[in-house]
């Protein structure tokens, strides 16, 4: 499997808005800009992943209470 999906956090300031998963980090991060405003920015959370194993880490920030579109 390939190693194409990024793990990441929407944050303003020091606060995360949203935790996520994307094939294309650029995009997601304009459209949470349209969403959370232009003050904000993605940074990426360790290296590229396979999609099952970025879906299992995605849950667990929700099981953590992170804000996700799970959670």
């Given at each position: 499997m390939p190693r194409d999906t990024y793990k990441y956090h929407f944050k303003k300031g020091n606060r995360i808005v949203h935790t996520g998963?994307?094939?294309d980090l650029d995009r997601r991060e304009q459209e949470h800009k349209q969403t959370y405003g232009t003050s904000g920015h993605i940074k990426q959370v360790g290296h590229a992943a396979t999609r099952?194993?970025?879906l299992k880490w995605e849950g667990e920030q929700a099981e953590r209470g992170k804000p996700t579109r799970r959670g």
């Open positions: 998963i994307t094939n099952d194993a970025a």
